[in-house]
């Protein structure tokens, strides 16, 4: 509130270029321009993570997308067949979380936007070619923990900005989902 009527006592002195009163509408523009402005840089979108894949050395599989099941936001299923049938490997976002779904949601908006991240990551899935991830050992669930990139986008970062996944910078503190 201070720096609107800051604009307002500035902008209602003489613009000192040509000595004319700024009109009311001047004003109002200017103001409301500068908030929007402010408002568009103030967001909670995390910086977009680099692809871990494209560095010298990095092991990382690729797979077409085809393959490749969104089990939830932060789950995924890739599915190959092999001699032996048909091989499922879960893999594992690492560092992003995602609302849970059913029983496993902490309140039932959770539940719902749960039910909107498996709707979107499966959009976002048929949208891309290819599935890009680089593997870092298990979770205590036995899935294989992952940066995972959508046609060299991190899956992470593009849910999160439709507010669909949040970073998850600590292991024993999950991101809240509730509130």
Known sequence: MFQVKQFQ???GQLDGRSGA???RHMRCSI???TLCLA????SDLPPK???LCVEAGARCVNAPVRDVLAVDGDTFELQRLTDRGTERIRLRLIGWDSPETG???GCPAEDELGQKVEAYAKELFAESQTLTFKPEGNDRFGRTRAHV???GTHIGWLLAK???SKPWLSETVKPVWCE
């Open 149 to 151: 990139y959508l046609d």
């Open 9 to 11: 006592t500035t902008f």
């Open 31 to 33: 103001i409301l321009s």
């Open 103 to 105: 029983n496993s949601a």
């Open 162 to 164: 439709q507010g669909l």
């Open 39 to 42: 408002a568009c840089g103030a």
């Open 49 to 51: 993570p680099v692809n």
């Open 21 to 23: 009163r700024l009109t």
